[in-house]
């Protein structure tokens, strides 16, 4: 063997052994990616729930499990499920409104044949939907009050004055009306979106509204028409036999005790049984975590009340707590 041949064949043995290192190096790092996105975006069995347990901020997830269009299939598959797709998208449209139906049809010349010049007969047509947006948009109502007086009365002492007034406002002195409130609720609540985001939306809808403006008509709406609704839940809440409880931590920017926002706040919720005739859930919000909160808000309350075990919740007078199946196990552990 040669010089040359010997150098070749240690080169393709140092090659060989630094491509076994390399495959056995990333076959590591693999197992490591695998177990750190386990660890990141997986279920862990502490946070498991269990499906007979409520969750506090529960979503419908279902909602996300079925979508318009199916994945890529094979040609026998797409052949076997074509019905079902059809009878999919009739379905998502069939309460729509129909905005209109266009027909469309050949020219007396474009019906002549290409070939031969004959007229073509009529052999059937194809259907269509589509779905159209109709952006939201802003208009403005204006009210007069017409005013009288009487001529009579004003010449003497006294004068007389009747005014034909409209409805009250639901925020006196204000461009909010109940519709505007219901979306501005809507859009915060519902969708989730917070008011700075709100300022651009209304803004492309021509209402140029500050952030403070909206935070106002939140706090003054919630207080005025909302806070007589929350007390009555509260009130039928209390005539049940059996309640739940639970809590859970949130922080807040600035806090009106002046304790810094890295502080915990709390969220409660006081619920009834899910398949209680009439199902209440009320949410109170709180700077702390203390024990006069369940006291007040259960102050009429007299049955059951299942919580997580929190020590807040034990020795309420005329309450029985019980506990969960799920926080016995975690605790077991």
Not at 55 to 65: A, Q
Not at 233 to 255: G, N, W
Request: proline residues 4%; glycine residues 4%; aromatic residues 8%.
């Amino acid at each position: 063997m040669t010089e040359l041949e010997k150098i070749l064949v240690q080169t393709n043995e140092q090659q060989r052994i630094q491509l076994e290192n390399q495959a056995q190096q990333i076959e590591r790092l693999a197992e490591q990616i695998e177990y750190l996105t386990r660890k990141l975006f997986g279920t862990s069995s502490e946070k498991k729930v269990d499906e007979n347990q409520l969750s506090l901020l529960d979503e419908d997830e279902s909602f996300f499990d079925q979508a318009e269009t199916t994945e890529e299939k094979t040609a026998d598959t797409f052949i076997e499920k074509r019905p079902e797709v059809i009878g999919r998208k009739a379905a998502l449209t069939k309460h729509l409104p129909i905005l209109e139906e266009i027909h469309l049809d050949l020219t007396d010349e474009e019906k002549l044949c290409e070939v031969c010049g004959t007229q073509m007969n009529e052999m059937g047509k194809t259907t269509r939907e589509e779905l159209v947006f109709i952006p939201a948009r802003l208009e403005k109502r204006i009210y007069h009050e017409q005013t009288y007086h009487c001529i009579t009365c004003k010449a003497g002492e006294t004068c007389s004055i009747k005014r034909a007034e409209a409805a009250k406002q639901p925020i006196q002195n204000s461009l909010s009306s109940p519709s505007i409130l219901a979306q501005l609720f809507h859009q915060k609540y519902e969708m989730c979106l917070p008011l700075h985001r709100q300022v651009k939306e209304w803004l492309t809808w021509g209402l140029d509204v500050s952030h403070r403006t909206l935070t106002n008509w939140v706090i003054r709406g919630s207080h005025d028409w909302l806070t007589p609704i929350y007390d009555r839940l509260h009130q039928e809440l209390v005539k049940e036999e059996v309640l739940m409880a639970d809590e859970t931590p949130y922080q807040i920017l600035r806090r009106p005790d002046g304790r810094p926002a890295t502080s915990e706040a709390r969220v409660w919720l006081f619920r009834t049984m899910a398949d209680c005739p009439t199902p209440i859930v009320l949410y109170q919000s709180t700077l702390t975590r203390e024990k006069k909160v369940p006291e007040q808000t259960l102050a009429n309350f007299s049955g059951y009340l299942q919580t997580d075990g929190y020590s807040a919740y034990q020795n309420l007078p005329n309450i029985c707590q019980v506990g969960c199946w799920s926080h016995v196990r975690s605790y077991e552990k």
